[in-house]
């Protein structure tokens, strides 16, 4: 599990290889991962939107961009939490994610941007 904190936003991802939505022989490599979303501020805040690079071993770089997570945009009051559970395929057994979630600070409506730290997509028999 990789974290950071960002203006008092903590972000802590874990991953998790998918075989049975995988198919190596057709280079397709499917990974969720599971975000943890933890106000440690003073300030109540709302997540707008989300901004990922998806890297993989080939050189591609993809990017995705929209509003909330998994359709939700929500709102943390201080020392709250949100969680949810998503996916990305890869042409490559190795890879990695990165990038922001824009938030609201409600009381002011004052945007800011937190880190969505680095973090590792690898089929575990690249492991070996």
Avoid at 16 to 39: D, K, L, M
Avoid at 108 to 116: L, M, S
Wanted: aromatic share 14%.
């Amino acid at each position: 599990m990789v974290s950071s904190i960002t203006n008092g936003v903590k972000i802590s991802v874990q991953t998790e290889f998918q075989p049975e939505y995988s198919n190596p022989f057709q280079a397709h490599f499917v990974f969720s991962y599971h975000v943890r979303i933890q106000n440690e501020s003073d300030f109540t805040v709302k997540l707008l939107r989300r901004h990922w690079y998806i890297y993989d071993a080939n050189g591609q770089i993809r990017e995705v961009e929209g509003e909330g997570v998994v359709g939700q945009q929500p709102t943390l009051e201080p020392g709250q939490s949100y969680e949810y559970t998503s996916g990305c395929n890869l042409n490559t057994s190795i890879g990695k994610m990165a990038g922001t979630y824009q938030m609201e600070r409600v009381f002011d409506g004052k945007y800011f941007n937190v880190i969505i730290p680095d973090f590792n997509l690898i089929a575990p028999f690249r492991m070996n």
